[in-house]
């Protein structure tokens, strides 16, 4: 993450909370994003983004609250896009900007191998499928 000047990214870190990793973008401006995100998802805009990671076993009465409060401790604005993750931020956090054909823009990605999940599939067998993702994880 360090030395590339980002156009439009006016930081990126790693800070921790509660004794996990959490990646954080401050924006240069007020941004657009499209995310899957717990708090504040969905089409938004932004001055910053975080993603916190939370262990595999994550189980919270309520993670929205969770994500808000791991949001202020930080000090980040209200409108901030945060996300979770049981990937180790600290390893996997990326941030990433691309101008092609006169477009821009920037990806900020975790990515995790235990998780027996794809984006955009229908989850009707999730009790089967989160064992699998266990047994993976309890392997590594």
Not at 61 to 88: F, K, Q, W, Y
Request: aromatic share 6%; net charge negative.
């Amino acid at each position: 993450m360090g030395g590339a000047i980002l156009k439009y990214i006016e930081s990126c870190r790693i800070a921790e909370h509660d004794g996990l990793k959490v990646g954080v973008v401050k924006f240069k401006e007020t941004m657009e994003v499209l995310s899957s995100a717990v708090v504040n998802g969905g089409s938004s805009e932004t001055d910053a983004l975080f993603i916190m990671q939370v262990p595999h076993d994550y189980s919270h009465s309520d993670p929205i609250a969770h994500a808000c409060s791991v949001r202020d401790a930080l000090g980040l604005p209200a409108n901030s896009v945060g996300m979770m993750t049981a990937a180790e931020v600290g390893y996997v956090f990326n941030v990433q900007e691309r101008d092609y054909d006169g477009s821009s823009a920037a990806a900020i990605a975790t990515a995790g191998l235990s998780n027996h999940v794809v984006a955009g599939d229908v989850l009707e067998d999730w009790e089967s499928r989160h064992l699998v993702s266990l047994a993976r994880a309890a392997r590594m």
